[in-house]
Protein backbone atom coordinates (compact mmCIF):
# COMPACT_ATOMS: atom_id res chain seq x y z
CA UNK A 1 0.00 0.00 0.00
CA UNK A 2 2.44 2.49 0.70
CA UNK A 3 4.43 2.15 -2.92
CA UNK A 4 4.15 5.53 -4.83
CA UNK A 5 2.27 6.86 -1.50
CA UNK A 6 5.52 8.62 -0.63
CA UNK A 7 8.79 9.97 -2.58
CA UNK A 8 12.16 10.87 -1.55
CA UNK A 9 11.98 14.62 -2.58
CA UNK A 10 8.74 14.91 -0.67
CA UNK A 11 9.39 15.84 2.85
CA UNK A 12 7.22 13.93 4.79
CA UNK A 13 7.36 16.93 7.62
CA UNK A 14 7.98 19.71 7.93
CA UNK A 15 11.03 21.97 9.02
CA UNK A 16 11.01 22.71 13.29
CA UNK A 17 9.72 26.09 13.92
CA UNK A 18 12.95 26.78 16.22
CA UNK A 19 15.44 25.59 13.23
CA UNK A 20 16.18 22.68 14.74
CA UNK A 21 18.40 20.39 12.34
CA UNK A 22 16.30 17.17 13.77
CA UNK A 23 13.39 15.90 11.09
CA UNK A 24 11.27 14.93 14.57
CA UNK A 25 12.01 17.79 16.54
CA UNK A 26 8.58 19.08 16.61
CA UNK A 27 7.20 15.79 17.73
CA UNK A 28 6.58 14.78 21.35
CA UNK A 29 8.97 12.73 22.86
CA UNK A 30 6.84 9.99 23.33
CA UNK A 31 6.51 9.52 19.08
CA UNK A 32 10.06 9.69 18.88
CA UNK A 33 10.72 7.18 20.91
CA UNK A 34 8.30 5.32 19.00
CA UNK A 35 9.83 6.32 15.55
CA UNK A 36 12.64 5.04 16.96
CA UNK A 37 11.07 1.23 17.72
CA UNK A 38 9.61 1.57 13.92
CA UNK A 39 12.77 2.16 12.69
CA UNK A 40 14.66 -0.33 14.64
CA UNK A 41 12.02 -2.54 13.75
CA UNK A 42 11.44 -2.03 9.87
CA UNK A 43 15.29 -2.68 10.24
CA UNK A 44 15.06 -6.01 11.70
CA UNK A 45 12.08 -6.76 9.03
CA UNK A 46 14.04 -6.31 6.00
CA UNK A 47 16.88 -8.60 7.53
CA UNK A 48 14.49 -11.00 8.32
CA UNK A 49 13.35 -11.54 4.51
CA UNK A 50 17.14 -11.01 3.68
CA UNK A 51 17.98 -14.20 6.09
CA UNK A 52 15.05 -16.23 4.70
CA UNK A 53 16.14 -15.59 1.12
CA UNK A 54 19.72 -16.42 2.25
CA UNK A 55 18.96 -19.73 3.38
CA UNK A 56 15.67 -21.17 1.83
CA UNK A 57 15.70 -22.93 -1.78
CA UNK A 58 12.06 -23.24 -2.04
CA UNK A 59 10.90 -21.45 -4.75
CA UNK A 60 7.74 -20.41 -3.45
CA UNK A 61 8.92 -18.77 0.39
CA UNK A 62 11.22 -16.81 -1.98
CA UNK A 63 8.59 -15.42 -3.56
CA UNK A 64 7.12 -14.78 -0.37
CA UNK A 65 9.79 -13.35 1.23
CA UNK A 66 11.24 -11.21 -2.03
CA UNK A 67 7.75 -9.05 -2.36
CA UNK A 68 7.75 -8.86 1.41
CA UNK A 69 11.48 -7.68 1.60
CA UNK A 70 10.43 -4.96 -0.76
CA UNK A 71 7.98 -3.61 0.78
CA UNK A 72 9.43 -3.34 4.24
CA UNK A 73 12.44 -1.59 2.40
CA UNK A 74 10.16 1.02 1.69
CA UNK A 75 9.23 1.63 4.60
CA UNK A 76 12.31 1.91 6.13
CA UNK A 77 12.89 4.21 3.28
CA UNK A 78 10.09 6.04 4.62
CA UNK A 79 10.94 6.32 8.50
CA UNK A 80 14.66 6.57 8.54
CA UNK A 81 14.48 10.61 7.15
CA UNK A 82 12.48 11.23 9.84
CA UNK A 83 14.82 10.51 13.23
CA UNK A 84 18.58 12.08 13.27
CA UNK A 85 21.68 9.31 13.33
CA UNK A 86 21.57 10.60 17.13
CA UNK A 87 17.81 9.24 17.79
CA UNK A 88 18.02 5.91 16.46
CA UNK A 89 18.43 2.87 18.59
CA UNK A 90 22.43 2.23 19.34
CA UNK A 91 21.56 -1.51 18.97
CA UNK A 92 21.13 -1.33 15.19
CA UNK A 93 24.08 -3.74 14.41
CA UNK A 94 22.71 -6.42 17.01
CA UNK A 95 18.70 -6.12 15.46
CA UNK A 96 20.09 -6.47 12.14
CA UNK A 97 21.55 -9.92 13.14
CA UNK A 98 18.69 -10.58 15.16
CA UNK A 99 16.31 -10.32 12.43
CA UNK A 100 18.49 -12.18 10.17
CA UNK A 101 18.27 -15.17 12.55
CA UNK A 102 14.58 -14.90 12.85
CA UNK A 103 14.45 -15.35 8.93
CA UNK A 104 17.17 -17.43 8.69
CA UNK A 105 16.09 -20.33 11.47
CA UNK A 106 13.22 -21.47 10.31
CA UNK A 107 13.72 -21.04 6.46
CA UNK A 108 16.02 -24.11 7.35
CA UNK A 109 13.53 -26.26 9.23
CA UNK A 110 10.84 -25.36 5.80
CA UNK A 111 7.63 -23.45 4.79
CA UNK A 112 5.28 -24.04 7.87
CA UNK A 113 8.04 -22.74 10.39
CA UNK A 114 8.72 -19.57 7.83
CA UNK A 115 5.04 -18.79 7.74
CA UNK A 116 4.24 -19.07 11.12
CA UNK A 117 7.66 -16.56 12.24
CA UNK A 118 5.89 -13.63 9.58
CA UNK A 119 2.59 -14.40 11.38
CA UNK A 120 3.49 -14.33 14.41
CA UNK A 121 5.86 -10.90 13.73
CA UNK A 122 3.51 -9.56 12.13
CA UNK A 123 0.78 -9.73 14.63
CA UNK A 124 2.57 -7.77 16.94
CA UNK A 125 3.66 -5.28 14.53
CA UNK A 126 0.07 -4.63 13.85
CA UNK A 127 -0.70 -4.27 17.37
CA UNK A 128 2.53 -2.13 17.56
CA UNK A 129 1.33 0.29 14.87
CA UNK A 130 -2.07 0.39 16.24
CA UNK A 131 -0.97 1.93 19.53
CA UNK A 132 0.75 4.80 17.97
CA UNK A 133 -2.14 5.71 15.92
CA UNK A 134 -4.04 5.77 18.73
CA UNK A 135 -1.83 7.90 20.85
CA UNK A 136 -1.19 10.49 17.58
CA UNK A 137 -5.26 10.65 17.85
CA UNK A 138 -5.00 10.93 21.28
CA UNK A 139 -2.73 13.90 21.12
CA UNK A 140 -4.07 15.54 18.11
CA UNK A 141 -8.08 15.06 18.23
CA UNK A 142 -9.00 17.53 15.65
CA UNK A 143 -6.28 16.15 13.69
CA UNK A 144 -5.04 20.28 13.42
CA UNK A 145 -1.57 19.41 13.30
CA UNK A 146 0.17 18.72 10.14
CA UNK A 147 3.28 16.83 11.24
CA UNK A 148 1.00 14.40 13.21
CA UNK A 149 -1.34 13.89 10.45
CA UNK A 150 1.29 13.06 8.35
CA UNK A 151 3.14 10.60 10.10
CA UNK A 152 -0.47 9.37 11.37
CA UNK A 153 -1.13 8.40 7.34
CA UNK A 154 2.60 6.76 6.85
CA UNK A 155 2.07 4.72 10.05
CA UNK A 156 -1.61 3.74 8.91
CA UNK A 157 -0.06 2.52 5.65
CA UNK A 158 2.71 0.47 6.86
CA UNK A 159 0.17 -0.95 9.33
CA UNK A 160 -2.10 -2.08 6.28
CA UNK A 161 1.11 -3.52 4.67
CA UNK A 162 1.69 -5.04 7.66
CA UNK A 163 -1.41 -6.66 7.80
CA UNK A 164 -1.55 -7.92 4.01
CA UNK A 165 1.92 -9.63 5.14
CA UNK A 166 0.29 -11.36 8.62
CA UNK A 167 -2.74 -12.64 6.34
CA UNK A 168 -1.39 -14.07 3.83
CA UNK A 169 1.37 -16.35 5.70
CA UNK A 170 -1.71 -17.31 8.04
CA UNK A 171 -3.40 -18.37 4.79
CA UNK A 172 -0.07 -20.12 3.45
CA UNK A 173 0.19 -21.82 7.05
CA UNK A 174 -3.07 -22.99 7.05
CA UNK A 175 -2.95 -24.88 3.59
CA UNK A 176 -0.49 -26.78 5.65
CA UNK A 177 -2.12 -30.50 6.40
CA UNK A 178 0.45 -31.07 9.10
CA UNK A 179 -0.48 -29.76 12.83
CA UNK A 180 2.20 -27.13 14.48
CA UNK A 181 4.39 -29.09 16.77
CA UNK A 182 5.68 -28.04 19.94
CA UNK A 183 8.80 -26.66 19.30
CA UNK A 184 7.22 -24.31 16.31
CA UNK A 185 4.34 -23.30 19.20
CA UNK A 186 7.85 -22.69 21.27
CA UNK A 187 9.42 -20.98 18.57
CA UNK A 188 6.91 -18.58 17.63
CA UNK A 189 6.37 -17.56 21.29
CA UNK A 190 9.72 -16.67 21.91
CA UNK A 191 9.11 -14.63 18.52
CA UNK A 192 6.90 -12.63 20.01
CA UNK A 193 8.28 -12.56 22.95
CA UNK A 194 11.39 -11.22 21.79
CA UNK A 195 9.82 -8.51 19.71
CA UNK A 196 7.91 -6.98 22.60
CA UNK A 197 11.39 -7.07 24.77
CA UNK A 198 12.95 -5.51 21.46
CA UNK A 199 10.42 -2.69 21.22
CA UNK A 200 11.01 -2.00 24.94
CA UNK A 201 15.16 -1.73 24.80
CA UNK A 202 14.71 0.11 21.72
CA UNK A 203 12.47 2.92 23.34
CA UNK A 204 15.56 3.49 25.71
CA UNK A 205 18.52 2.86 23.79
Not at 62 to 90: D, K, M, N, V, Y
Not at 125 to 135: A, G, K, L, R, T
Amino acid sequence: MIRGLYHPSVRLLPPAANGSTDPAAHLPASLIADLRTDHAGETGAVMIYRGILATTRDPAVRHFASGHLATEAEHLAAIEPLLAPRQRSRLLPIWRVAGWLTGALPALVGPRAVYATIQAVETFVDEHYSEQIVSIDALDPDRARPPLQALRTLLVSCRADEIEHRDEAGSLLSKGAAPSSAVLRLWVWSVDVGSRLAVGICRRI
